[in-house]
C-alpha cells in the first residue's frame, strides 16, 4: 500500500476556497482510485468524492457537486481536493484513502487535516 500524508487545510473566511493535497510514497503503482472524506465529530465519515488515478476519471458526492474540483498529478503522485465558496457547514476533518482496485474499500488513509470555516 501506500503511503498518504495530506496537506493544506486551516482556517478559511466563509466565501472563500481552499486546496488540500493528498501525498502518496510507497507502492503508489497500486492506487485505483484516490477519494476524499470530511468527518464532522461524532458522526460517521462523508463520502466527497473520487478520481481513478490512472486517467483522472472523477465522481462526485451529489450533494457537494459544483464546488468541489478533485484533481491528480501523477507525475507528483499528489492528489488535490478543491473547494470553492466554503460555508460554516463544510468545518470538519478531511481524509484522503486510497482502494487498489475497482470496488474495493479504501484501506489507506491519510492522516486528516482540519478544516475550519469562520463566519
Known amino acids: 500500500q501506500a503511503q498518504l500524508v495530506q496537506s493544506g487545510g486551516g482556517l478559511v473566511q466563509a466565501g472563500g476556497s481552499l486546496r488540500l493535497s493528498c501525498k502518496a510514497s510507497?507502492?503508489?503503482?497500486?492506487?485505483?482510485?484516490m477519494a476524499w472524506f470530511r468527518q464532522i465529530p461524532d458522526r460517521s465519515h462523508e463520502f466527497l468524492g473520487a478520481?481513478?488515478?490512472?486517467?483522472?476519471?472523477?465522481l462526485y458526492e451529489n450533494s457537494l457537486k459544483g464546488r468541489l474540483t478533485i484533481s491528480v498529478d501523477t507525475s507528483a503522485n499528489t492528489a488535490y481536493l478543491q473547494i470553492q465558496n466554503l460555508k460554516s457547514e463544510d468545518t470538519a476533518v478531511y481524509f484522503c484513502?486510497?482502494?487498489?482496485?475497482?470496488?474495493?474499500?479504501?484501506?489507506?488513509w491519510g492522516q486528516g487535516t482540519q478544516v475550519t470555516v469562520k463566519g
Open positions: 484513502a486510497h482502494n487498489t482496485a475497482s470496488g474495493d474499500s479504501y484501506d489507506t
Open positions: 510507497g507502492r503508489t503503482d497500486n492506487i485505483y482510485r
Open positions: 478520481i481513478r488515478w490512472s486517467d483522472g476519471l472523477t
